[in-house]
Structures are given as C-alpha cells and as structure tokens.
C-alpha cells in the first residue's frame, strides 16, 4: 500500500472544505495511506513572497522539515502551496541558501520529494485503478490547471506548461471527456482576487467563455484558489470542480456536502455526469 | 542598485533582453498595468527603480509567471515585479494599489498570531484597513452561510518558532 | 661537431622592448656548440631571412635556432628559408620567446630576459638531437565521394566531373534535389524552384563521370587526405531500377495511402512512390511500414501490374566499397520541429503549418495543385499571420543563432499569397527584417509596395483555436499596443537546424560539429570550405544555415579545393609522425586501439606494431598508451625531451 505525506494547506480546512474532504474519500478508496505534515503552518501564500523574500522560503521551508521526518514524498494538492513549497525545496538544494534557512530553522536530515497531489493520480498503476470506475455520461468538461502548477520553470515536473495534461489524463481514465482548449494555464488572477476584482473578473470571463466556446459543461480544477476564485467572479452560473469530487462521483463515494459548499451550485450537472440527461 | 544585485536576486540575467516584447504580449494583465512588463525590463536596466516601486504595475501583476515561460532569454518579469514590491515595502513607499498591500498585511498578520490563516480575522483585518466595508458583503456573507470560514482560530503548536521567523526575517 | 646558428628577433619592440637582446647575444656568443648568434629588427623580413641563409652557407651550420614568436607563425617561413640554403628544413626549430616571454611578462624585464634564456637553451637541445627528416610522399585516389544530393551536392559534384574526374554522389533519399525540390519560387526573383533545379539534376543523373547512389548512406570511412575507404549502404528499393523504365503503374495501382514526407503531411502518397513528377531519378521504392504486404502479408499488387517485373519482395540493403581521395559533405539541414514552442499550437491546430507547408502549398505539383487553400477545410484563407524567427534567436525554447532564410522567404510567402489571393491580408510580426543579399532589400521593398504586405514588429505571445478561426495574440512593439488578429491560417518561419544524422556522420567522418551539430570549418575566416579534417570540405547547409546563392558559392568553392588537391602529382605529408624502437616493441598492440587514424597494425610475423606513414598524422596518443615507450614521434623522443628538461633546470 502507497503511503504518501500529505500538506492540506490552509485552505481545505476552511474555503476548500470540498477538496479536503474529496481528497480524503478518494485517498481511503483507493487505499492510499496519509499522514499530515506535524504541525504544518501556512505556507505564506502570495503574501508573504510579496513583502519578503526570506520569509517566503523560510515558512514553507518549516513545513518541508517537519515533513522529512516521515520520510514519504510530499503531495500538496493547493497550486500556491505547490509553488512555495517547491521555491523553498529549490533554495534547499542550493547548499549557500541551504546554509542560511538551517541558520534559522536547524539542520535538515533530509529533503523529501514534492509532487502536486494530481501527480499521485496519473500514476500508471493508480490510472489503472480508476478506469474500472468508469462514468457513462455525454457532459464534457475543460480541465484547468492556472500559473502555479506549471510556472515558473523551477516548479514544473512532468509537464508542457503550455498544454498540461495530467487532470485530462486522470478525468478520461473515470471515462469523463475533457475538451482541449488554449487557456489551461492562463493565469485566473487569483492572488489579485480582493485587492482589484475589476482586473480579475476580465480574465475569469476570458476562461470561461472559451472553456464554454469549446464545447465544455464546466470547468475541473486541481487549485482551490483558482476554484475560488473562478466561482467568486464569474458572471453566469457556470460550475466549477475539484477533480477529486469527480473521481468521488466516478467511484460513487460523492457526498452531498460537498455540493452545499460550491458558490455556484453544480448539483444539476452532477446528477447529468452520474448519468441522467 | 547596480544591475548585477538585480539579476542575483531575480535569478536571471535582463541584459538579455532585446525588445521583442513577447513578455506584454503574453501577460494577462498588461492592460491594467502603468507600466508595461519590457518598460519595467528596460527601466531596471536604467536604474529607474523609483518609478518602478511607486508603479501600479508591481501590485497588479499576479506573479503568473507566463511572461517568464515564454521570454525568449528566459526573464521573467514577475520576477522583477516581486522584488519591486518587497523593496517598495522595505522603503516605505506607499503603494499605487493600497489594497493589494493591505490583504498582504492582513494575511501576514494572521499567520503570525496563529500559524495558519484565520479567514475571518484576516478578512476583517482588510475592511478595517482599506475602511471599504461594502465591496464583496454579499460574496462574503455567501461564504459565512456556506460554512466555509470558520469562526473559531486554530493555532499551532509552533506558534512560537513562526514568531521568531517573523522577527528574523 | 655541432655548428648552431642562433638568431634573435626583435619583433619590433614586441621582443625586444621587454627582454634585453645585446643580453641575450652575448650570452650565446659563448655558448657550447654556438657557432653564431645574431640579431635582427624583423627576422621574418626579407633581409631577416637572407641573414640565416648567408650564416648556413658561409658558416656551414647544421642546425638553426630562430628566438622569435610562435612556430605558428613563421616556423614554416624559417624552415623553408633553411632548405633554399641546404639545410635539412627539421634541423630548424623557433624558440618562442614573444607569446610565451615577452607578450606575458611586460613588467618584469629582468625576469623575462633570464626566462628567454632558458627557452633558447633547451631549443638547443633539440637541434642538436634533431634529424634530417624526408617529406613523405605518396599517391592520391584521384575520386571524390559528395555526401548529400541537395542543391550543394549536385553541384559540388558536377563542377568535379566537369574536370574529368570521376564522382559518387551518395543520397539519402531516393531522388537527389533535396529541400530545393520541395520549394515552389524562389526569392529573389521569383523564378520557379524546379525549373531552376532540374536541368542540375538531370545533368548529374546523366553525367558519364558521376556514380549516382541514391537511397543510400555512408557507413564507414577509413583512410586519411588523398586516401579514403568508404562503405556506402545502398538500402533495399524492393524494385529492381535496372528493369522499371519509370512507368508509375504500380504507384497508380498501390491501394496502400500514408502521409506524404514530402509534402509534409498535407498530402498523401501510395507505399510504392516516387518522390516527385520530377524526380532524379524517376524510379519507385516500397516503404515497408505502410505497404500492405510487408505488414500483412497479402496484396503484391505492384507485382502483378508492374509490366517488367522489376518488383522483388525479396531485396537485401548492399553494402558498396569505394575509394576516394576527398569528401564533400552536403547535408544539408532540416528545421527545427515546432512542437518545441507549445504557445503556438503546431501540431494541434491544422491551420498552423510551417514554411515547408506553404512552399508545398504554393507548388503546382503539391497536394492542392498550387491553391493556397488551408490545411483544416481547405478554404482560401482571408487573413494570413506569418510569424518570423520562430525557434530562431530563441536560447531557451530553440536555437540562439539567426537562420538567415526565414525573413526571406517568409517574405516571399507573404508576397506569393497576395498574388493568388489578391483580396487577402497578410500580416508579419518580426523583431528585425534581415535582407542581406544581392537585391534582397528591393525584394522585400517591393514586396510591401505591391503586396500591401502588414509588418508588425513583435513577437507573438500565443495563438489560439476559436472557432474556425485562429487568434493571435502578439503586440505592436513601435505603438507599444498588444494586437489580436483573428486569422484564417499561420504560417511559421521556423529555425534551420542540421539534418538529422549531422552528428553520427561527423563520428564517421572523423571530423566535428559545432555545439548545434552543423559541421565545423576549419577557421570561419580564412578556411570556411575546409572541415576540421584533411581531405573532407563543407558545402550548403551542412555548415551553416543559408540561402541557395551562398549554397551554390560554397559548393563551387568545395570543388575546387578538391580540384587542387587533384591537381597535385603526390601528396606530401609532414615527417613528423610515430615510429617504434623495435628492440623496445613488444607487440602487446596497445597502441593499434590507441591510435584515432587507423595507422597502427601488428606485423604478426615480427611480433611488433608497425605505423602506417601514410595515415599517422603525428598526434602522439600511441605515444602515450605504449606502456614500453617504444612509439615515439620523430625527433621528439623521450631521451630529446628529458635533454631539454634537464638543460632548463
Ligand atoms: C521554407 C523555405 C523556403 C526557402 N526558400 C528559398 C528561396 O526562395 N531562395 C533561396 O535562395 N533559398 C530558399 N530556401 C533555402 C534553401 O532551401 C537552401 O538554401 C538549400 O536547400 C540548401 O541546399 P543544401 O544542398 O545545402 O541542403 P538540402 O537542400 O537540405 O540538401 C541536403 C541533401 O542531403 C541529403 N542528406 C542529408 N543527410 C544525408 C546523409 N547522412 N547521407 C546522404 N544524404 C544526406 C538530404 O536528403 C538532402 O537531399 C528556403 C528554405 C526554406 C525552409
Ligand atoms: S519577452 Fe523577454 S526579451 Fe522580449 S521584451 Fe520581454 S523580457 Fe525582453
Ligand atoms: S508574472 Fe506579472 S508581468 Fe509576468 S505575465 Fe504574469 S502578470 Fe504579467
Ligand atoms: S505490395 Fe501492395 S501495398 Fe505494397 S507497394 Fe505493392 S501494391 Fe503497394
Ligand atoms: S532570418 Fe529573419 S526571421 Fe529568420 S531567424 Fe533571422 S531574423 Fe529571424
């Protein structure tokens, strides 16, 4: 059985209650083990990278070490923890800023590897396992990955930032079709969210006009920022998933709760994805 | 600040650069920038940092990162503009977009009471800072119902160590 | 008795301003075996050379040693200077003291002028241990070998031919012509590709002197300058040229379809092909991955309507011996696949080609007869985007260099579309417009004038599917405004790279790429035709990517440095190579591994390793693999060596 580290980030506690919660039912059954990093911290999100460099090595860079205790790989599923994370791991594997963070935090025994938690999925064996659940449906979707999975380049592993293809790859496996269209990786403005909506709700509606152009039904993210934020701005009610929820449906272990959390409700279109027209 | 200290903390060389302005191009902001992404490129290369942290630009691009994905020198302009924002910080200049300042505050400040983000005090924290309380009620209200920003903080039991991180950093 | 002449140069003040040269003379003047030493302001001057010519002869010397810059430099002027006096030219040795004493130690006269010292006494040494040396003499294989049938090739070869001497002309492909046969017009003047091309081509298929081996590639090259042995794989045709008169019956009746190479991918063609109507020569091959027999086992349709029985199903690759004297490479270049720049959606979206596409497009004898219709719905397309240095001067996702052709033909492109499209809008983002050549700048002026043509300068950040239209996100640098176009099809002006298999034919030729893999010349001013080997020269875009006039020069020069190596009666090669001490020898065969020119061999009866003088080249690896020191190179041998050694300290 696989056993991986798991960093939930602050958000599938709160806002994300959704993710965390799919995540967690997908990972029971598949029989993926998890364990949380010991007391993790916030990872200092878009803020703290914003106002200060060293501080935003140093809070992710917490949780790398508290991680390496467990020895297992590090799967995080939100895409700004992703980037912060793999930021810190990438000045750890430079010994003079390795110096410098074991100033402050202590030695490090060991650095574990860092994986966006749908890399776990696009395993070949794992892929496997999902498609003896397969979904018969004709509802099409446009996954969506944004920036901070694929860019910059110090972050990226295993995929073309331009047309990434593991959630394609893991929503076909459960037999959902996925739409190919230009603006995967087209920056959402998440982190611009409150600060100026204004800015932000023009590039919501670009990304979705054109998932909808190309034939899609709704959108399936792996960001519970962009998620967010792509409920929180968009104009017409346009459902916005999480992949794990899908798998949830595919594997018949969705919950109601996680539909009474969307801002926009998708309970329709979950109904028509489990089956009905 | 000489170019060399410029590039040694963007990690990139902006000598590079020749104009081709692919990085505009490509941003998805640039229209709502002051200051277009090859302009902040050129104006570091000409030492025009003040312009630059006083610019709307800093706090309107998102760190998307595409610019830098699809320079052909591999710069990425993100870069830059984060390393802008953090000396703009450092030197006390007030920011063209004083919002996007104060969430990173409020933010901050959450993780330093508490290790993680409490939502509610954060947000809370915003609307006392930009004394904007009516922008986003009803989304934020939506959320409350929805149970998705809980009422009561958790703190961490290292609380203690981020404390010292803050105060290091 | 030892009879040494020393003689000092001054090199203007380059020597003589940082060391002390009366100093130096009256320090020899003593000197063992110094029979005289002597100074002079330029010694590579006229007079300079008369002074060591007069002392051989008045003074009898039997050795020479000239103080003065780098052996690069003059050591062959001094040596030569040597043999009009009758002096044997390897009795003649530079001792340098500009690169390595005076040019480096300015601010230390003193230290320089004792450091000058000791280089001229260990020269000595040498000289004194020197032998008189024969240059080698031996015949050269008056045949050239021309690798690569493009427009390079073809007329390497037949400017050789036209000499009188005989040529094979190996090609890849099973028709010579190469890229050239692909292009519809060419720039500048707009004539037609093939009918430029096809009296070359008919001309080489027929000429009495040129051995034409198409479908074929070189495996093994042996030998060195003058004398090369090659191995030539001719690859199974499964048709029997001797009997196809050409007739295309089989090609008529094939029912097996694939994607067209040559018309990359917008067209279609049978299993059993020719490469084009105008093909050098005209005669089919079977492509065993989409023919029906070979992947099924039934049909043999060929078979039955070929009126000749020229199909053989039953056809083995031959491997075929030649010997050469010289080596033209002309391999020509591919470009670069765009699937590297992901923001363009190559590969994804139909209506985005390349500019092979177009040229294909544009050609009469292409897949839509020379409409330009688009590749998706074969619509003629309204507003047309051409996108310049696509993966060229791009470090990060393509190449850094500029490909040089690009702007040219994209040019042309543009041009060519209006004029059947009269009604349509070409629009071209650039960063510069590179017109370089002979009535290249009135070409593109022209072009803007007649053709209405839009130059954006910009580069394109993304293009997008919408509809069945193609969005191009790009920006108007000279406005400073990001511009959308909304385009019926993009044409991409992608780099020039070396064709595929440039690096594993450089290992075979024993002579080197450039980082990118293009063959390198042996000095980018002064010996561009010239590879980094003796007896191999550079034509086309095999070395550098660029336009057919260049190509044609470069080709014409290569056959003349092959000319004039064929002009010669014998080569002549330097003495300097290996020997063995034969006592010392004992035949372990260390050395025949060691060497990377093939001179080494085992004399099995003697029981000891022999150098083949015509093949050393006098790199010395024997040297330092013989566990016995029993290689040794001429006139610098162990025991000479350890002489000078000892005299410096
Ligand atoms: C879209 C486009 C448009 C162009 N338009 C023009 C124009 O209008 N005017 C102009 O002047 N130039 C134009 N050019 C440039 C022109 O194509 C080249 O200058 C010319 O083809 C170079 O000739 P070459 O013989 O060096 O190479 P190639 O034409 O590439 O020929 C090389 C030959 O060598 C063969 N070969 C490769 N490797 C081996 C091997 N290992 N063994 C045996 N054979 C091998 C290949 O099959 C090929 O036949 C254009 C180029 C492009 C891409
Ligand atoms: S894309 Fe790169 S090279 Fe081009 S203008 Fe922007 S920073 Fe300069
Ligand atoms: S990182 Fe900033 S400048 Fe670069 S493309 Fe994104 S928003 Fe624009
Ligand atoms: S055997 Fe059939 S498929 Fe193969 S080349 Fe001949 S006709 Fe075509
Ligand atoms: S020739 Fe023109 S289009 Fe081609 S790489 Fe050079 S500048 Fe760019």
Known sequence: ?277 | MKISEINKHTGQDILLCYQCQKCTATCPVSNFMDIKPDVVVRMSINGKLDNLMRSRTIWVCTGCETCGSRCPNLISVGKINEFMRQLAYENKISPAVKPALDIHLAFLNSIKRFGIVHEASMLAEFKLRTKDFLSDLKLGLKMFLKGKIPIKPHTIKGINEIKRIFEEK | MKKIGLFICHCGSNIAGTIDIPEVKKFFSEYDDIEISDDYKYMCSEPGQKKLRDAIVERGLNGVVVACCSPRMHEITFRNAAVSAGLNPYKVEIANIREQCSWVHQKEKDKATKKSIDIIKTMIEKVKRDEALQPIEFDITKRALVIGGGIAGITAAVDIANAGYEVVLVEKRHSIGGKMLELSETFPTLDCAQCTLTPKTVEAGRHPKIKLMVYSEVEEVKGYIGNFDVKIRRKASYVDWNKCTGCGLCQEKCPSKTESEFDHGLGERKAIYTLSPQAVPNKPIIDKNSCRFFREGKCRVCEKVCPVQAINYEMKDEVIEEKVGAIVVATGYEILETEKIPEYGYGMYKDVIDGLQFERLNSASGPTAGEIRRPSDGKVPKEVVFIKCVGSRDPEKGIPYCSRICCMYLGKHARLYKHKVPDGQAYLFYMDIRSFGKGYEEFIQQSMEEANLLYIRGRVARIMQEGDKLVVWGVDTLSGRKVEIKADMVVLGTAVVPSKGATELAKVLRTATDEYGFFNEAHIKLKPVESMTGGIYLAGCAQAPKDIPDTVAQAGAAAAKVLSLFGQEKMVQEPLIACVDTDLCSGCGVCVTACPFDARMLDVDEKISIVNEALCQGCGACVSACPNKACQLRNASPKTYMAMVDKYL
């Open chain 1, 1 to 277: 059985m696989k056993k991986i580290t798991y960093y939930p980030g602050c958000t599938l506690h709160s806002t994300a209650y959704e993710y965390g919660d799919s995540t967690e039912a997908v990972l029971k059954y598949l029989g993926i083990e998890w364990q949380e990093i010991p007391d993790w911290n916030c990872c200092g999100a878009a803020s703290a990278k914003s106002l200060n460099h060293k501080l935003s090595i140093l809070l992710p860079a917490r949780n790398i070490k508290n991680a390496s205790t467990l020895n297992n790989d590090i799967y995080v599923p939100c895409a700004g923890c992703y980037n912060n994370m793999m930021k810190a791991k990438r000045a750890l594997e430079n010994a003079e800023e390795r110096q410098n963070i074991e100033k402050s935090l202590g030695k490090f025994e060991s650095i574990p590897e860092v994986y966006p938690l749908m890399r776990l999925f696009t395993d070949k064996a794992i892929l496997e396992k999902l498609s003896q659940s397969k979904l018969k449906t004709d509802v099409k979707v446009a996954s969506y990955y944004g920036c901070a999975f694929v860019r910059p380049e110090e972050v990226l592993q295993n995929e073309n930032p331009e047309i990434p293809q593991s959630i394609d790859n893991i929503l076909n496996a459960v037999g959902l079709e996925t739409v190919e269209w230009p603006l995967k990786s087209f920056c959402c403005g998440g982190d611009l969210s409150l600060a100026d909506s204004s800015v932000v709700s023009v590039l919501v509606e670009k990304i979705i006009n054109y998932a909808k152009e190309a034939g899609a039904n709704a959108i399936v993210t792996a960001c519970p920022l962009c998620q967010a934020n792509l409920e929180m701005r968009q104009k017409e009610p346009f459902p916005i998933f999480y992949f794990t929820e899908i798998l949830g449906i595919a594997m018949g272990i969705d919950n109601e709760k996680w539909w009474k959390k969307h801002l926009v409700d998708p309970r329709d279109l979950v109904s028509k994805i489990k089956g009905g027209k």
